[in-house]
């Protein structure tokens, strides 16, 4: 069995481990970055739609062309990129180190050890099981990242006509490229009262393609007991299906964008600490897990809106894990907690003194709120905020005050979902 | 061509039969009208090898279920399916229930089970600290266990086929008369099955079989049971079956630990018409979580992947129905097979072999009976130094293509070219696309592989045969409407 040593292992070669590797890299240290595909790039590679890159690169790019930008950059600054390759078992060693057990295209089974160690290992969607939605086990149910792949990699129509469930913008984008391809899209259907993707793909991915978005509804049946034949949809009413108004629609194709879950399982195994509010890990404003020496950045962390953010992020995960191999040692840090108004803050610990980037999901819908930042009760910052949306992830600046015993964020005026 | 013995339907019942019948010198066929076998009621149930306490001895059901649970362990040997012999426990939460349990444990005292144990409370949480302490007592059988059914079915067909056995998918009987000593089964798609002897195991269609045949008449009424399954990370996962006390028509909603290493919680039992019902409902999900919570910690809805649902072949009466048809000659009945009927499968193939002999089938032992089925390795379970030599042989063992459950492109050739080449064929051999992502990540690369090894276009491709089609045909084939 072959060993290789490195100083630091990635995990996952998506936007979020590339960027973080070609900035490991760059600083002198040993990097590998490894992905279970046999391209690196994630889950940009079958995003073929444009949008990204207007705030990383400065221009418009599609996700192919991202993915492909960002490998360039760590594979010119000397990271090791191994492809083809699944991690299935993670360990801590006893002089802190850490070893995982792959199976590799190349090198078949082996082990890597490094000092430390960084997830970037994305989402996964959750299903129609996890929503546990009931009716018949047809074919034609897809996630819709798996029928955009199938449609954008493979070459391959999913179907004719469909109803999308679920207003994630995986779903959106997906609608607009369904008719693009001549399939008929029937409907989308959110149980929330408000869209869950991005205001501009519900613009541009419906809105413009004239496809009905049903809010507040839920579809409480599959038809069909070979091919998916029609979907009963319902109206909520404080919360709950009201059947009286239950409509079907004929339908052979079932899209379910009902929303992205960390893939945290390979991290669990190093005892790293969950955030039930993210899914992704507990990480302090090093991106440091409960494990030290073991860093979470990207959509593994938390969900992030744009590409953007995910690789400014994961940079500066990168930049911890430089500093810390370096010798640099672990401050005394500051408690990060939110209100009610706020559904999660990364990250949970802060350093005194320091200036910090903090990212937040609201609760709340408002055309206007305040963003305010409070060291032991008082408020020391807060931002206007013109559009908040439980879809559209809030960013922050602030430096937390030297002498500071805890932090809490919170929004103010807004109507509270 | 004629055959000596036909069997119609390739479940559970029909492939222990050709199992057995493989053994001896005679030309034998199953027929079945789905895409694989164990595709019908076999394939959607709770798994279970049950211990032999639920139903009196002098019943047949009881008799096949003892004499069955007594023959897996050296099948398992012999055949490889995934089986763990875990025990059952089956838990009391009051003193009334206690008396229930003390009547299962008699019960089983008198069917001849070994190892039995009547347990105190303190002694049930030391064999299953993830029962809620509330539990008053319970009843301790060691020789039940967890089966994975469909896998059990494809074990069984498989050691048929090596011994000779024909399988027809796809066929469907649509009747049959007897004439001149032979019966002439007519297909759906126009061909005739000839054979000397006719085994019913058509399951949920034993009835309509029967009538087309021309034997007896009676009623299959489909029995619906939801089962819900969680993640392999679940906290639920105890170390063994855990059943409530029984009803008087059902042994009630369980917590099982899958050979698999998933969770399953279920099933329900409700009476319905249509014979292809498999939909599952949002009110028997509350109840199964409420139900399965109060007898076990960490049941949580979070952790649910995926839902089914199968439906029981009842029949009138309590017991299965193996007999020799009294209206029609060379013509065995096996219908009624529902819960003990995986655990007595073993039984039941040998009972219609010898039915079959009593009717005057001629049977002499073949002199090179394959025993033993070649082993389907599973790079999860094998050593680093088994996968490296496997490796070595062919790179294809070091792709892992299902991440959740860490199958391997491998395995999945290895299910094409044992002939599973249905989506569902290959997930039910493999275990691929079966994990917590539900094949979001793996089902295009899958498709490419059945697609590639069986030369089946990607869009003729089904889940599970007949218009049951995963794809719509070719990017640009649609004409586009905006």
Same mark, same amino acid.
């Given at each position: 069995m072959k060993n290789i040593s490195c100083d630091v292992l990635v995990v996952g070669a998506g936007a979020a481990g590339l960027c973080a590797g070609s900035v490991t890299s760059k600083h002198g240290l040993d990097t590998i970055i490894i992905d279970r595909e046999d391209q690196p790039g994630g889950i940009l590679k079958q995003c073929i739609h444009n949008g990204f890159g207007l705030r990383y690169f400065k221009e418009e790019l599609t996700g192919p062309e991202y993915a492909c930008r960002v490998a360039k950059l760590a594979a010119d600054a000397g990271a090791k990129i191994m492809t083809g390759t699944t991690a299935v078992e993670a360990k801590k060693n006893a002089d802190g180190s850490f070893t995982f057990k792959v199976f590799s295209q190349k090198e078949k089974v082996c082990y890597i050890s490094s000092k430390a160690v960084l997830f970037t290992t994305g989402c996964r969607e959750r299903t129609r099981g996890n929503i546990i939605t009931p009716g018949t086990r047809p074919a034609g149910v897809f996630t819709a990242g798996a029928a955009q792949k199938l449609l954008n990699i493979s070459g391959y129509l999913p179907g004719k006509c469909a109803v999308i469930v679920g207003s994630g913008d995986i779903g959106l984008i997906m609608a607009r490229r369904?008719?693009?391809? &001549?399939?008929?899209?029937?409907?989308?259907?959110?149980?929330?009262?408000?869209?869950? &993707?991005?205001?501009?793909?519900?613009?541009?991915?419906?809105?413009?393609f004239g496809i009905p978005l049903y809010l507040g509804h839920s579809v409480t049946n599959i038809y069909g007991k070979e091919r998916v034949e029609a979907v009963d949809i319902t109206p909520l009413a404080d919360g709950k299906p009201d059947f009286s108004k239950t409509f079907k629609v004929d339908c052979d194709t079932l899209l379910f964008s009902v929303g992205l879950v960390p893939e945290v399982e390979l991290a669990k195994q190093l005892e790293v600490k969950i955030n039930p509010a993210t899914g992704g890990a507990f990480v302090d404003d090093d991106y440091e897990t409960t494990t030290p020496m073991v860093f979470a950045s990207g959509n593994g962390l938390h969900v992030h809106?744009?590409?953007?953010?995910?690789?400014?992020?994961?940079?500066?995960?990168? &930049?911890s894990i430089c500093r810390r191999l370096s010798g640099a040692k672990n401050s005394d840090k500051v408690p990060v907690t939110v209100e009610k108004t706020l559904k999660y803050v990364v990250p949970t610990q802060a350093t005194r003194g320091e200036k910090q980037s903090f990212y937040f999901r609201p609760l709340i819908v408002a055309n206007k709120a305040t963003l305010e930042a409070r060291a032991d009760g008082k408020i020391i910052k807060k931002r206007l905020i013109p559009f908040v949306r439980p879809a559209e992830m809030l960013e922050f600046e602030l430096e937390i005050p030297a002498e500071c015993k805890e932090m809490e964020f919170a929004l103010t005026g807004g109507e509270l979902l | 061509m004629v055959y000596d013995t036909v069997i119609v339907g390739a479940g559970v019942t029909g492939a222990a039969t050709a199992w057995q019948l493989g053994r001896y010198n005679i030309k034998c066929a199953v027929l079945d009208k789905a895409a694989d076998c164990g595709f019908g009621v076999s394939k959607a149930n709770s798994g279970i090898i049950h211990g032999g306490f @639920?139903?009196?001895?002098?019943?047949?059901?009881?008799?096949?279920?003892?004499?069955?649970?007594?023959?897996?362990?050296?099948?398992?040997?012999?055949?490889?399916?995934?089986?763990?012999?875990?025990?059952?426990?089956?838990?009391?939460?009051?003193?009334?229930?206690?008396? #229930? %349990?003390?009547?299962?444990?008699?019960?089983?005292?008198?069917?001849?089970?070994?190892?039995?144990?009547?347990?105190?409370?303190?002694?049930?949480?030391?064999?299953?600290? *993830?029962?809620?302490?509330?539990?008053?007592?319970?009843?301790?059988?060691?020789?039940?266990? #967890?089966?994975?059914?469909?896998?059990?079915?494809?074990?069984?067909?498989?050691?048929?086929?090596?011994?000779?056995?024909?399988?027809?998918?796809?066929? *469907?009987?649509?009747?049959?008369r007897f004439a001149d000593g032979i019966w002439h089964l007519e297909c759906e798609d126009g061909s005739v099955v000839k054979s000397r002897y006719v085994?019913?195991?058509?399951?949920?269609?034993?009835?309509?079989?029967?009538?087309?045949?021309? +034997?007896?008449?009676?009623? $299959?009424?489909?029995?619906?049971?939801?089962?819900?399954?969680l993640d392999?990370?679940?906290?639920?996962?105890?170390?063994?079956?855990?059943?409530?006390?029984?009803?008087? #028509?059902?042994?009630?909603?369980?917590?099982?630990? #899958? =050979?698999?290493?998933?969770t399953m919680i279920g099933p329900t039992a409700d009476m319905v018409d249509d014979k292809e019902d498999a939909a599952t409902t949002g009110e028997h999900f509350d109840k199964i979580l409420a139900m399965t919570q109060n007898?076990?910690?960490?049941?949580?809805?979070?952790?649910?992947?995926?839902?089914?649902?199968?439906? !029981? =072949? +009842?029949?009138?009466?309590d017991d299965f129905y193996i007999a020799p048809s009294e209206k029609v000659p060379n013509f065995i009945q096996a219908a009624g097979i529902q819960s003990p009927g995986l655990t007595a499968s073993p039984?039941?193939?040998?009972?219609?072999?010898?039915?079959?002999?009593?009717?005057?089938?001629?049977? %002499?032992?073949?002199?090179?009976?394959?025993?033993?089925?070649?082993?389907?390795?599973?790079?999860?379970?094998?050593s680093d130094e088994q996968v490296q030599a496997l490796c070595e042989k062919d790179e294809s063992y070091s792709r892992? %293509?299902?991440?959740?459950?860490?199958?391997?492109?491998?395995?999945? $050739?290895?299910?094409? !070219?044992?002939? @599973?080449?249905?989506?569902?064929?290959?997930?039910?051999?493999?275990? +691929?696309?079966?994990?917590?992502?539900?094949?979001?990540?793996?089902? +295009?690369?899958?498709?490419?592989? $059945?697609? !590639?090894?069986?030369?089946? =276009?990607?869009q003729e491709l089904t889940k599970r045969g007949a218009n049951s089609r995963i794809m719509a045909g070719k990017l640009g084939t649609l004409e586009v409407k905006l």
């Open positions: 369904l008719k693009w391809c &001549g399939i008929d899209v029937k409907a989308v259907v959110e149980i929330m009262r408000h869209p869950s &993707g991005l205001t501009r793909n519900i613009v541009q991915c419906l809105d413009d809106d744009l590409v953007d953010f995910v690789s400014e992020e994961s940079e500066r995960a990168a &930049g | @639920h139903h009196s001895v002098t019943s047949l059901k009881a008799k096949l279920e003892v004499e069955g649970n007594l023959m897996i362990d050296s099948m398992q040997h012999a055949l490889h399916f995934p089986y763990v012999r875990t025990g059952i426990l089956v838990a009391a939460f009051s003193e009334e229930e206690m008396q #229930t %349990v003390e009547k299962l444990y008699h019960r089983g005292l008198g069917n001849g089970l070994k190892g039995l144990e009547l347990c105190s409370k303190e002694r049930t949480l030391e064999l299953e600290p *993830k029962l809620q302490d509330n539990v008053v007592g319970s009843f301790y059988a060691p020789n039940g266990g #967890t089966i994975e059914p469909y896998r059990y079915v494809f074990a069984l067909m498989e050691n048929a086929q090596l011994n000779g056995v024909e399988f027809k998918r796809n066929t *469907k009987v649509v009747s049959g085994v019913n195991a058509a399951g949920l269609f034993a009835d309509e079989l029967s009538k087309a045949c021309g +034997a007896e008449e009676f009623t $299959i009424r489909p029995r619906k049971g939801e089962e819900y399954l392999r990370t679940s906290d639920a996962r105890p170390s063994k079956v855990i059943f409530p006390v029984p009803t008087k #028509t059902s042994k009630g909603v369980l917590v099982i630990p #899958t =050979p698999g290493g998933t007898m076990v910690k960490g049941v949580s809805r979070r952790d649910v992947i995926t839902a089914f649902a199968g439906l !029981r =072949p +009842a029949i009138e009466g039984a039941i193939g040998v009972y219609i072999k010898d039915l079959l002999k009593k009717c005057g089938l001629e049977l %002499v032992e073949k002199s090179d009976i394959i025993y033993e089925n070649p082993g389907h390795p599973e790079v999860r379970n094998l892992i %293509v299902c991440r959740c459950e860490q199958i391997t492109e491998a395995e999945i $050739i290895d299910a094409v !070219r044992c002939g @599973h080449t249905t989506v569902d064929g290959v997930k039910f051999h493999t275990r +691929a696309g079966m994990g917590r992502c539900q094949g979001g990540f793996c089902s +295009a690369k899958i498709l490419e592989i $059945i697609s !590639r090894e069986s030369g089946i =276009p990607m």
